[in-house]
């Protein structure tokens, strides 16, 4: 007998073999029925898995759990490359994973496909759906099976299993053997039948080349989804459009904030004059904020010796995601001639060509060899010892942090315990070679610009900077209306990837865990988040439409310091290590504004908006007055345009409130002979006239209080 343990605690005991689904039906058949697969001992498995061991714990899992309806669009995908395969005999199936929010599936396939194909996709898979054919799970051997896929003649699935672990593999059919069913190579799970995959719609298809390859046949990426029901699609649905109508990148090209050109690099933002404003209003914002809690602003440069990295562990932590070392030209030559040579040759005797590069290098750089470089040495001792000796000279980073700049402005005098806490505050710009298929507008980029502190104090100073460093996060998350937000707190898990002692990290951990605690606010513990030098705590925000971004953060550091050997002087006249706390309220200024611009439909508040009004004049007999309003606008001070253009006032109101100018002021001859304007908003909604004294205080009262009051609001009255 097997116990079964469930989640409320009580436990079953079932006969040795039985499957999930036999368990889930002897305890409640509706639960038996909803279940499109379980959790057993912590693994995602299909419910017609044998159960085996004396004690098991087993959760069910529905469509309504996250679990569950990735299992499904895992079965999706399958009904899906089904239906492209009856469509399209020829087809070939590469991959097909889930992702978020859906799936997609790699194939190759000479005929393009287009929206227009997707109904006919759909309408196969729904035939599949109703005919509600079991997922059956078959293994084989390794070697048995490579013979059948190598008869089956699907380059793309031997590349799988070849990348497969395991003395077995699995193929899932779909249907009974012999009656039209259908097979593929896959480790699933899935749940038990194709009419469980919920409701479903194929998205879009797009190009794809075999592991990113471009030298590789190109292939058609086929995106789809599945939810629940219809009604949580048709809500994923209505999200998407509504999130393409705030695309940050469409709204930046038509409000004029930004630019991305191919040009300069992909990745790389060009800030226009509007988006500029924008940006230079956060950070004057935050660096009043700075001020006012001590904080001390710094420069640093972009780029640093190597050795500051090797130091601080970035470099080669995060090799794969930095740009390439720059070294001294002909150090670089040396180096791309010596890694061809290793690629080209694997004999024991050098060839001339190597001969002479060793030459050269003994003749130029008598340092090598003044270091022992072996010159009758086998190849490889040859090629090691240059190799350790070129990467090893002194070559320069593009910084993908700004920490260890910061540690050496700490670094560079003697402290006292009086001086403690230092805080340090930059807007650093880093550099990061994300993959080119990762980058989004500025959401993800090559090139960003960080709100970045860095804080040194004592131990028993940590919590209470931890503390003021989690409320100047939220006072930013609230000043630009990102309320809705929780908290992560990530820890360490048990892989390698970290540095530093267990009890260094134990200290951090714990302060950080007693920072949450103490602010009252609700958080979640999820191990394996943490930076690799220490915990941290994220700020997960839910924009307007639902959909989650991590934008604040706040790591509590005790490895960096004493990898930098950093000191103070106690109140006992010794030597002590100080504790180091990262920060930066809005993460990276691109991603905030980006995120930002999506949150607001690109309608930033008066404070924020980059033109906070527009003068129109009706007529040329006004334009003499409309110039005076600017020209008193613009030194009140007010972010200002005129428009004193020929064009009829309809048509200039209406292209002010596609900029999504706060503010419109319409000037007549009416308003001329009253020194008034005629207040409207982007949004339509008319004030009626205000003495241009009366609107300005107005305007000053709504950005002093970002927002809190609009001039119909703020105890101001229209003249009589």
């Given at each position: 007998m097997i116990e079964v343990r469930l989640p409320d605690g009580s436990a079953v005991e079932r006969p040795a073999g039985a499957t999930?689904?036999?368990?889930?039906?002897?305890?409640?058949?509706?639960?038996?029925?909803?279940?499109?697969?379980?959790?057993?001992?912590?693994?995602?498995?299909?419910?017609?898995?044998?159960?085996?061991?004396?004690?098991?714990?087993?959760?069910?899992?529905?469509?309504?759990d996250p679990?569950?309806?990735?299992?499904?669009?895992?079965?999706?995908?399958?009904?899906?490359?089904?239906?492209?395969?009856?469509?399209?005999?020829?087809?070939?199936?590469?991959?097909?994973?889930?992702?978020?929010?859906?799936?997609?599936?790699?194939?190759?396939?000479?005929?393009?496909?287009t929206p227009e194909d997707f109904l006919a996709i759909e309408a196969k898979m729904q035939q599949i759906v109703k005919e509600n054919r079991p997922f059956r799970r078959s293994d084989m051997p390794r070697a048995a099976a490579m013979e059948k896929l190598r008869a089956e003649g699907n380059p793309y699935k031997i590349d799988n299993a070849q990348r497969a672990d395991g003395d077995t593999l699995s193929f899932y059919v779909t249907g009974e053997p012999g009656t039209g069913h259908f097979e593929d190579l896959c480790r699933g799970p899935h749940v038990p039948s194709t009419g469980r995959i919920g409701a479903f719609k194929v998205m879009q298809v797009a190009g794809a080349y075999w592991h990113g390859d471009a030298s590789k046949q190109q292939l058609q990426r086929v995106y789809?989804?599945?939810?629940?029901?219809?009604?949580?699609?048709?809500?994923?649905?209505?999200?998407?459009?509504?999130?393409?109508?705030?695309?940050?990148?469409?709204?930046?090209?038509?409000?004029?904030?930004?630019f991305l050109d191919p040009l300069v690099g992909p990745g790389l933002v060009l800030w226009k004059p509007r988006g500029a404003v924008v940006r230079r209003v956060l950070e004057s914002f935050i660096l009043e904020e700075l001020l006012k809690r001590g904080y001390q602003p710094v420069y640093t440069p972009q780029i640093a010796k190597l050795d500051l990295y090797r130091t601080s562990g970035h470099f080669p932590y995060y090799k794969d995601s930095q740009y390439p070392p720059i070294?001294?030209?002909?150090?670089?030559?040396?180096?791309?001639?010596?890694?061809?040579?290793?690629?080209?040759?694997?004999?024991?005797?050098?060839?001339?060509?190597e001969l002479a590069l060793f030459e050269e290098i003994a003749k130029n750089h008598a340092d090598l060899s003044a270091a022992g470089y072996p010159a009758q040495a086998p190849m490889d001792?040859?090629?090691?010892?240059?190799?350790?000796?070129?990467?090893?000279?002194?070559?320069?980073?593009?910084?993908?942090?700004?920490?260890?700049?910061?540690?050496?402005i700490y670094a560079s005098e003697a402290h006292s315990y009086r001086e403690l806490p230092i805080r340090i505050a930059e807007f650093g710009q880093v550099y990061r070679y994300e993959q080119s298929g990762e980058l989004s507008g500025m959401t993800r980029v090559r090139g960003f610009c960080q709100d970045d502190a860095h804080l040194f104090c004592t131990p028993d100073q940590l919590l209470d900077e931890v503390a003021g460093c989690v409320d100047m996060a939220k006072l930013?998350?609230?000043?630009?209306?990102?309320?809705?937000?929780?908290?992560?707190?990530?820890?360490?898990?048990?892989?390698?990837?970290?540095?530093?002692?267990?009890?260094?990290?134990?200290?951090?951990?714990?302060?950080?865990?007693?920072?949450?605690?103490?602010?009252?606010?609700?958080?979640?513990?999820?191990?394996?988040?943490?930076?690799?030098?220490?915990?941290?705590?994220?700020?997960?925000?839910?924009?307007?439409?639902?959909?989650?971004?991590?934008?604040?953060?706040?790591?509590?550091?005790?490895?960096?310091?004493?990898?930098?050997?950093?000191?103070?002087?106690?109140?006992?006249?010794?030597?002590?290590?100080?504790?180091?706390?990262?920060?930066a309220p809005f993460g990276s200024l691109e991603r905030f504004i980006g995120i930002l611009i999506e949150h607001l439909a690109g309608a930033f508040p008066l404070w924020l908006a980059p033109i906070q009004a527009r003068v129109c004049s009706i007529s040329a007999k006004s334009k003499d007055y409309a110039q005076w309003v600017y020209d008193v606008c613009r030194a009140a001070p007010l972010r200002v345009e005129l428009?004193?253009?020929?064009?009829?006032?309809?048509?200039?109101?209406?292209?002010?409130a596609l900029m999504k100018i706060p503010y419109i002021l319409v000037v007549g001859e009416q308003e001329a002979a009253?020194?008034?304007?005629?207040?409207?908003?982007?949004?339509?909604?008319?004030?009626?006239?205000?003495?241009?004294?009366?609107?300005?205080?107005?305007c000053a009262v709504e950005i002093a209080t970002r927002g809190e009051m609009a001039p119909g609001e703020a105890g101001q009255t229209p003249p009589t």
């Open positions: 999930v689904a036999d368990v889930l039906q002897s305890i409640s058949a509706r639960l038996a029925r909803e279940a499109v697969a379980a959790k057993v001992n912590g693994n995602v498995l299909d419910l017609g898995t044998r159960l085996s061991g004396p004690q098991v714990e087993l959760t069910a899992l529905t469509l309504n679990e569950g309806l990735e299992v499904a669009r895992h079965s999706c995908a399958h009904v899906m490359a089904e239906a492209v395969c009856a469509l399209w005999p020829h087809t070939r199936l590469a991959y097909g994973p889930v992702v978020e929010n859906g799936f997609y599936y790699d194939i190759e396939l000479d005929h393009s496909l789809g989804t599945t939810f629940a029901d219809k009604k949580a699609l048709r809500a994923h649905l209505d999200q998407m459009e509504e999130a393409r109508k705030r695309d940050h990148r469409k709204l930046g090209q038509e409000l004029g904030l930004f070294f001294e030209s002909d150090r670089a030559r040396l180096l791309n001639a010596l890694w061809e040579l290793a690629r080209a040759s694997n004999a024991d005797r050098a060839t001339d060509a001792e040859r090629l090691k010892r240059i190799r350790v000796w070129l990467t090893q000279e002194d070559g320069y980073l593009l910084r993908p942090m700004n920490c260890p700049h910061h540690i050496r930013v998350l609230h000043v630009v209306g990102l309320k809705d937000y929780r908290v992560r707190v990530g820890l360490r898990d048990d892989s390698d990837k970290y540095i530093g002692s267990a009890e260094n990290w134990a200290r951090a951990q714990d302060a950080v865990l007693a920072a949450v605690k103490s602010s009252g606010m609700n958080y979640a513990v999820e191990p394996g988040e943490a930076a690799f030098y220490g915990p941290k705590i994220d700020f997960i925000v839910k924009d307007c439409i639902g959909r989650e971004w991590q934008l604040g953060t706040v790591q509590v550091d005790y490895n960096l310091p004493e990898r930098f050997d950093l000191k103070y002087i106690g109140d006992d006249n010794r030597e002590h290590r100080p504790v180091m706390i990262h920060r428009d004193n253009s020929d064009e009829r006032i309809g048509s200039k109101i209406r292209d002010a009253d020194k008034t304007v005629n207040v409207r908003t982007r949004e339509g909604k008319q004030y009626g006239n205000y003495a241009l004294p009366q609107f300005l205080a107005a």
